[in-house]
């Protein structure tokens, strides 16, 4: 029996999220994040990203690109793509929560209305997929896009 194939998403779908990212970088909100990884330990933290269907399937694109075709949960709690050299794996699909940290060493979160466009593009995006689930936690979602 053949296997299902795996959602991906579309060039254009990509373009966007790529300049929802670039959007974010270019707003001159001051933040000190030098690899601190904090955020990256969810159980300690208390603290997951939510990501939009759309940021999960590119984040399995970049999963793939990487060269794995799984994640694997650290025992610790930590981000299944933290390396073990305390560096992200997939840094350039990070989704946009990791993009806008809830790290509190690293200058806070993102106020909302600093990036409230943003995140109704990413749900305009999601919609125009097809998805209506809303936002979801990171590592279920990257999971299921991974078709695991």
């Known amino acids: 029996m053949p296997r299902p194939s795996r959602p991906e998403l579309d060039p254009d779908a990509v373009a ?3 300049a929802i990212y670039a959007a974010i970088e270019s707003r001159p909100v001051h ?3 030098t690899l601190r990884t904090g955020c990256c330990h969810f159980r ?3 603290r997951t990203p939510q990501v939009t269907k759309a940021e999960a399937l590119y984040a399995a694109k970049g999963v793939r690109a990487s060269g794995r075709s799984t994640v694997k949960p ?3 709690g930590a981000c299944p793509l933290l390396g073990s050299n305390g560096r992200c794996t ?11 940290h809830f790290c509190a060493e690293a200058g806070g ?7 409230a466009d943003l995140i109704q593009r ?3 995006l999601d919609e125009r997929l097809g998805h ?3 936002s979801r936690p990171f590592v279920p979602a990257l999971e299921e896009a991974m078709g695991k």
């Open 132 to 134: 209506h689930d809303g």
């Open 90 to 100: 997939i840094y350039e699909h990070r989704p946009f929560g990791c993009r806008t």
């Open 109 to 115: 979160p993102y106020v909302r209305k600093e990036v």
């Open 74 to 76: 650290h025992s610790d």
């Open 31 to 33: 933040r000190d994040c």
């Open 44 to 46: 300690l933290t208390g």
């Open 16 to 18: 966007e999220l790529r």
């Open 122 to 124: 990413l749900e305009a």
